[in-house]
């Protein structure tokens, strides 16, 4: 029998049980539905905390150890020689020196352009840190990151997630507006007092006026800090007769994600410690979507086999009404393979409609979800605009599992079938 | 041409065996119209379905359409049914799913040859033109009188152009007039060059046969 004499046939066997077909269909559709759901929430979450806590899987943040036998071992200090060391270390592929700027800085106003983000008279503390360039390079689309020795403006690139914060929480708080949506800060110059500080006597006895240019955004930078280039953090040192206490952090780039416990353990081996906070965070949240949305799939993955289970004995009883349909098929010309054939098509036809309206109607509830959420939820920084993510694997997984579910229920009703003899039924 | 030499059939009742067909030795040439009669529970419908391949538990040898049924395949065994043979039920056996027209279609879409849907859906247009239920094409069996019933599963017996109708109490359900129009319909295929096989209980089926022949206590006898 050919395909599509096959799906002709098992369509009007359909035709002539709706009910049945019916029955069927929504059983597949539920199990598609709750598939589809489960595995969107699980992503659309998983993709939620990772803007708020986007921890790249390659990098590993090494800090002098609080206590260690460093000065024994070598470690300890992290000094250019112990960066050489980490960078040579198997599965590195790079590594960033950091250092925190120990000059204070301050912002007595707000950019050019943005006076109405800005309360009027205020003065901000900026923590800043030094950073290589090339921690922040990919992010800078071939802006440039060099100290300007000739006292240009200073290129600083900004945590991306800064931007979020500032609206939903110090924008508030301050009773400023929210920055314009869709506005560009890149190139924006902030003037800054550098020596200053608003902490009472940590101002040094030289102040001098400054700015800042905004190079860039990234997410290798801390929330709550400036990076300007490492050149600019040592000369601002010099200038101000800081001593030299090594770098506060050497970010490594390892290779690949699986290199990263292999150079933790390294690390701690030289005696320096890991800051693992946010990427502690990350992962304990990735772990708690993971556990989460891989209960939910096995419970969508129970609610599939029941849908199987359903169809397994609703076709079993169709079958048995239909032994006369059947033997009549065989008198036609219908071998048992056929006659399997037909009902497995049955099958599949009722799986990828099910899955097909299941699918649908998980994206219908994911929207009226979002919609009740967005109305309930208050405005919080990284607060997503959906809680749910519907690549295109997940809405093909959505008619491909229903229909091998209900194909592998009718695995047993299609052997049933086969096996009527047409003879004894027909007399 | 259908020819059943020394066939044997035997069923069980627990442990008892009960022999239904004792040595059974028959021939239908092309183009005769052969009735077989006999009281009911004598084995006719069983005769029918081993001439039809449609059973295969018995002993002797059956050769249908000139193909020997020994040691064919289920799937040799259905082709032949849907190339070579045509059957015709009492209770006519229509899927209630379909209208006439798809009844009739039937057999050809369980064709593995790729025929063209429209191919058959004409061809099948054609057989139900020839039972003279054209207009009916598209009602479902419910809407249908016994007589177009079993006109438009004669009409499904014909579609493949069979060298063989095997029918089975055909007029048991129709009332007499229409009766006479199917048995007449028989007789048409037969003088067509088909060869037909009827087992019957009525007398008028018999009439219009070439030759009767009676089962009883499973052996056939003129």
């Known amino acids: ?427 | 041409m259908i020819r059943l030499a020394g066939v044997t059939k035997t069923f069980r009742d627990g442990e008892q065996a009960l022999p239904i067909l004792r040595g059974v030795d028959l021939e239908v040439a092309p183009g005769e119209l052969v009735a077989i009669v006999g009281p009911s529970g004598s084995g006719k419908s069983t005769l029918l379905y081993i001439a039809g391949a449609l059973d295969t538990d018995y002993g002797g040898e059956v050769t249908i359409a000139d193909v020997p049924l020994a040691g064919l395949s289920p799937t040799r065994r259905a082709a032949l049914r849907n190339r070579a043979v045509g059957f015709v039920f009492q209770s006519f056996n229509l899927l209630q799913g379909l209208s006439a027209l798809e009844n009739v279609m039937l057999p050809g879409m369980l064709r593995r040859d790729g025929t063209d849907r429209a191919d058959v859906r004409e061809r099948a247009a054609d057989a139900l033109d020839r039972v003279g239920l054209a207009a009916k094409a598209k009602a479902p069996p419910a809407r249908l009188s016994g007589g177009e019933r079993q006109r438009v599963a004669i009409a499904r017996a014909i579609f493949t152009r069979p060298r063989v109708i095997l029918a089975d109490e055909p007029t048991g359900n129709l009332d007499a007039v229409t009766g006479e129009g199917i048995i007449s319909l028989f007789g048409e295929l037969a003088r067509d060059g088909l060869t037909v096989l009827v087992v019957t209980h009525e007398e008028r089926v018999s009439r219009a046969a070439a030759r009767v022949l009676h089962l009883h206590d499973g052996r056939l006898s003129s």
């Open chain 1, 1 to 427: 029998m050919s395909a599509r004499g096959l799906l002709w046939i098992a369509r009007a066997s359909l035709r002539a049980d709706r009910r049945g077909a019916i029955v069927n269909t929504a059983a597949a559709c539920v199990g598609a539905a709750s598939l589809v759901l489960f595995l969107a929430l699980g992503l659309g979450v998983s993709h939620a905390a990772r803007r708020m806590f986007p921890a790249e899987a390659r990098l590993v943040d090494v800090v002098p150890g609080a206590v260690s036998l460093g000065g024994v071992l070598g470690g300890g200090q992290l000094d250019d020689g112990a960066v050489a060391r980490l960078r040579a270390l198997p599965g590195v592929a790079d590594a960033w020196p950091r250092l925190a700027l120990r000059v204070p800085l301050a912002v007595p106003g707000p950019p050019r352009g943005l006076d109405y983000n800005w309360p009027p008279g205020m003065t901000v503390q900026v923590p800043v840190v030094g950073v290589a360039p090339g921690l922040v390079a990919q992010d800078l689309r071939g802006r440039p990151f060099v100290d300007p020795r000739d006292g240009g403006p200073i290129p600083t690139v900004l945590s991306g997630r800064l931007l979020e914060v500032y609206d939903k929480t110090i924008a508030p708080a301050w009773n400023v507006r929210r920055l314009p949506p869709g506005i560009s800060l890149v190139g924006v110059e902030v003037p800054v007092r550098i020596g200053f500080s608003i902490v009472p006597q940590k101002t040094e006895a030289r102040v001098y006026d400054g700015r800042l240019v905004l190079a860039g955004l990234s997410d290798r930078v801390p929330l709550y800090m400036a990076a300007v280039p490492l050149d600019t953090v040592r000369r601002l040192h010099r200038e101000y007769g800081k001593s030299d206490q090594g770098y506060t952090q050497v970010t490594l780039l390892a290779r690949r994600p699986d290199d990263v416990p292999g150079l933790v353990a390294a690390a701690r081996r030289m005696g320096f410690a890991v800051d693992e906070g946010e990427r502690a965070a990350a992962e304990r949240v990735g772990t708690v979507v993971l556990v989460t949305t891989g209960a939910l799939v096995l419970l969508a993955a129970v609610m599939c086999a029941l849908a199987a289970l359903a169809i397994a004995q609703s076709l079993s009883a169709s079958i048995r009404g239909r032994a006369k349909e059947i033997a009549v098929l065989a008198a036609v010309g219908a071998a048992p393979a056929d006659v399997r054939a037909i009902v497995l098509a049955e099958a599949g036809i009722i799986g990828v409609l099910g899955g097909a309206v299941g699918t649908l109607a998980a994206l219908g509830v994911a929207a009226l979800a979002d919609r009740v959420a967005l109305g309930l939820l208050p405005d919080f920084p990284f607060r997503p605009e959906t809680f749910f993510a519907f690549p295109a694997w997940i809405l093909l997984l959505g008619i491909a599992v229903p229909a091998a579910a209900a194909v592998v229920g009718a695995l047993a009703p299609a052997a049933i079938a086969a096996r009527v003899d047409p003879a004894r039924t027909l007399s």
